[in-house]
């Protein structure tokens, strides 16, 4: 799994920060956390193609997550694209779409399929599960996560011993399938271990601090949260329904999170390492985004 982050400004563009945009490759897929302004080029600096971009998660629409989407869709289009691209978003994704396709006279002539989502699970394989959770923020909002799925280590010598014959019923019971062996039936967990906790991404949109946050980040490999405000600007933080570095460390130890990564900051702060010095008061395995910053797990 690797994490590239494209833009990690809040609302405003510096000389080094573009808006908000990060890229998760992982599972043979690329995926892409909100959209910006200028998240096509950064792509390009990033060495990441877009048209490898499979999925687009969108925690909200405000300017800064979105303004980037529409000419990315339309470069893609321009590179005749043809794969299926799914864009997931919450309530009012409908109508971001209907004013996408009207924007302009550029054709979209690619399949797109646009989800509306709230809290739930998106999807679910063998090898991955991804959700989403609604958090506080002055529009509806949702953050998400990517949480890597293990199997329980197989016992070979434990399987030969209960008569099973390397080759497929070694898979099959793996897969926790029942086998029969000389009319014995041996049963997955007679071969399995425990349980396996596998890497799980969590990113937190905009929010105020919150205790489905708290919850939905539980046992983070890593915890990507935003950080707009230092805690001497707390009053801005709760006028604008944002967090502190320090709210963003409370969230990361309470939801016992391996490691922060603070994010989306305001261009007030041109010293962005006091937010870091605030937040590891509290939480001390915290570091600070910055555009193209690469995390590979």
Known sequence: MEIIFLGTSSAV????????????????????????????????????????????????????????????????????????????????LYDLKDSLFKLGYSKIEFPIEFIEIGSQTIESDEDYIIKSQHVNHNVPCLAYSVEELKKPRFNREKAIELGVPVGPDFGRLHNGEEVEIDGKIIKPEQVLGPPRKGNKITYSGDTTPCSEMVDFAKDSTILIHESTYMSEDADKAVENFHSTSADAAKIAKDSNSKELILTHFSTRYTQTDRLLKEAKEIFENTKLAKDFMKIDI
């Not at 998760?24 to 971009?53: H, N, W, Y």
């Open 13 to 92: 563009h510096s000389y080094t920060r573009n808006h908000p945009a990060i890229i998760l490759k992982a599972f043979g897929e690329t995926m892409l956390f909100d959209c910006g302004e200028g998240t096509q080029r950064q792509l390009i600096f990033a060495k990441v193609s877009p048209m490898k971009i499979s999925k687009i998660f969108l925690s909200h629409y405000h300017g800064d997550h979105i303004l980037g989407l529409p000419g990315l869709l339309q470069s893609m289009n321009f590179r005749e694209r043809e794969k299926k691209l799914t864009i997931y978003g919450p309530k009012g």
